[in-house]
């Protein structure tokens, strides 16, 4: 792939976005870093998840348009602008009907 991270690199990526997206935090939380919770590795868990693209390149001419730091930026800025979306889903209201034109 183009764009191996780190699972602790993706999540400082993260708490970055969050604090140039949205400057005020929640009451206590001076820094986004400063809510990641360290845990016990898993049996088996991956250090980091890598794609092999060149497959995919060399057959179809398939390049990626997006950075992982361009698509991380669009995914979390979608989240932020999408709140209702989201909330419905964690409290389970969401249905998975389909939403807006389908078309």
Do not use: M
């Not at 939380?29 to 049996?43: E, F, M, N, S």
């Not at 092999?52 to 001419?61: N, T, V």
């Not at 398939?62 to 979390?76: A, D, L, Q």
């Amino acid at each position: 792939g183009h764009n191996e991270k780190a699972n602790i690199e993706v999540v400082n990526t993260l708490c970055a976005l969050l604090e140039e997206l949205v400057p005020n935090k929640p009451a206590g939380v001076a820094h986004y870093a400063d809510l990641i919770t360290y845990v016990k590795d898993r049996p088996g868990h991956d250090v980091r998840y890598a794609i092999d693209a060149s497959k995919i390149e060399r057959e179809l001419g398939w390049k990626p348009e997006e950075t992982f730091e361009s698509g991380i930026r669009k995914t979390v800025e979608w989240y932020l602008h999408n709140h209702e979306w989201w909330s419905r889903v964690l409290d389970g209201s969401y249905s998975r009907e389909r939403l807006g034109t389908g078309q």
